[in-house]
């Protein structure tokens, strides 16, 4: 096995700006560290460094995405916007979406986080490795065809999965997004396209607040390309692991994908400051390995695992190692500390409001209980 690695230090560079957590600092409030700031995934890599991991990947060399690539996903408008940002400048933090800061230069980096998800996907598209990890930053599945959204600035994913297409390395993709956010943008810009499956499981409504209902299935031509499984507060291992084995599995055996790529946000986990979902770094080696049991028997072991949300700089390390490991193939070499303490919890059995949300999934997927038995 060999697992590839796409990672640039500048891409921590990415300056979001002063803010009060997400929120862009206007003066009237104390200013302070913006939510998505380096620390949350260099800390990530510093850990793969200083438990000796980083030897056993396969570095992966990134080119920052050409125009061609991006306008493959996004408006020229919307590109000519960012290059005219780049070169008039503008504070850190200057806004050009929805909650998307950028500085002065920033489209080079965010560049770099798209050309990480390009190599990752089509390194392992094309057989040069069998599973890749791109630590890209600044994060995309937020990002829309015409603006930035959510932090994010080009839409990573789906720029790696179109030059993967256009180079004819894959044809049918399955895009897998446990952010704990809405994967809108992933789902937009492959609304009409069946020859790309999303899924998005995410807490319900909370960003985007207007979107990434169970109702979503895709346009006319791509019916059942798009799944939406929206889960209660407070879900856990037990009830992801029962979207997953209702829901996700499922889907990606009816689907039958070239390469599977998830969206591989850890603001699911239980210490993020942004999410309240109760996810542990245990749990994403779960579900790192049921992605990959389901790519051993569908597209030949093909994962790319592209990184997104997550903002606890204490917790994600641990919880992107844990990914890492089962990518690897390494059996868990990194204590998460915090694991006894999460275990004596009550109450993470799984409950009805869980169960309701991932049938309400099952059903509108149009996934029969019979398709759901593994
Ligand atoms: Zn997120």
Known sequence: MSTGFAWHERMMWHDPGLAV??????????????????????????????YDIT???????????????????????????????????GDSGTEFGDSAPIAPGGLGIARLSAGAAIAAITSVASGRVDNAYALSRPPGHHAEADRGRGFCVLANIAIGVRAAQHQGLARRVAVVDWDVHHGN????????DPSVLTISLHQDRLYPVDSGFVTDTGAPGAEGSNINVPLPPGSNG??????????????????????????????AAILDPLGRMMLTSADYRDLTAQILDAATALCGSRVAVVHEGGYSAAYVPFCGAAVIE?????????EDPYLPFFAQFGGLELNAPQRAAVDAATGAAGLSIAETVT
């Open 55 to 89: 030897p056993a990947l396969d570095a992966l060399s990134i080119a920052p995405a050409r125009d061609e690539d991006i306008l493959r996903v996004h408006t020229a408008a919307y590109l000519d916007r960012l290059k005219a940002l780049d070169l008039t400048g």
């Open 185 to 192: 943008g992933t789902e937009a810009i492959f609304y009409d």
């Open 238 to 267: 037990e009830t992801y692991g029962h979207a997953m084995d209702q829901v996700v599995l499922p889907a990606l055996r009816r689907f039958a994908p070239d390469l599977i790529v998830v969206a591989c946000g850890f603001d």
């Open 21 to 50: 957590g997400a929120v862009p600092h206007n003066s009237i409030f104390q200013p302070g560290e913006h939510f998505e700031n380096a620390e949350t995934k260099r800390r990530l890599k510093n850990m793969l460094d200083g």
């Open 326 to 334: 089962t990518l690897l193939g390494m059996p868990p070499g990194i």
